[in-house]
C-alpha cells in the first residue's frame, strides 16, 4: 500500500475544510450542501483513495457541529464513495463530472436510506415508503450537487494545473 505524500495530505485538508466549512453554512437548507460534488472533485483531482478519505474525514468533522450518530457511519460510507467515484472516473471533462456528481449523489442516496430503514427496523413495504418520502431531498441534493459541480470543478481543475506548474517552476 502506498502512502499519500505531503502534498497529497495538504490537498485532501483542504478539500475537507472547505467541504466542512460550506456543509457547515448551508445546514439551515435542507439537501443543499456543497460536500457531494467537493469530495466527488477531490476524487477526480487526486485520485480513489485520497477521494474516500476527503469523504469520510468530512462526514466525521461535520458531525462534530451537525450532530453525530448511526448516520454518520452512513454519511462517511456515501461520501467515500463519492471519492472512490470521482477516482475512477478522473477526467477534467465537466460534463463527465456532471454525470459522476449525478451518480455519486443517488448511490449517497441509497445509502443513507438503507441505513435509515435498516435503524427503524422497517420492512421492505417500509423501506419503500421510506425511500419515497426522501425523493424530494434527493432531488434537491442532486439539483445542489450538479450546481456545485459547475461552478466548483472547472475552478479547482484551473487552480490544480496552476499549482503543479508553479511547483514545476520552483523545483527548477
Known sequence: MTKFNTKTIALIGMFVALAVIGRTLLVPLPSVQPVTAIVLISGLLLG???????GILVALLTGITT???????????GWGSSGLIGGIVQRENLRVAIGAGMISTIVYSMIMNVSGAFMMSLPLSGYVGYAMASLPYDAIHMVSTIAFVV??????VRLFKRLDSSMAERAK
Open 48 to 54: 480513489k483513495r485520497a477521494g474516500m478519505s476527503t
Open 151 to 156: 461552478v466548483l470543478a472547472p475552478v479547482t
Open 67 to 77: 450532530g453525530l450518530g448511526w448516520w454518520t457511519i452512513a454519511q462517511a460510507v
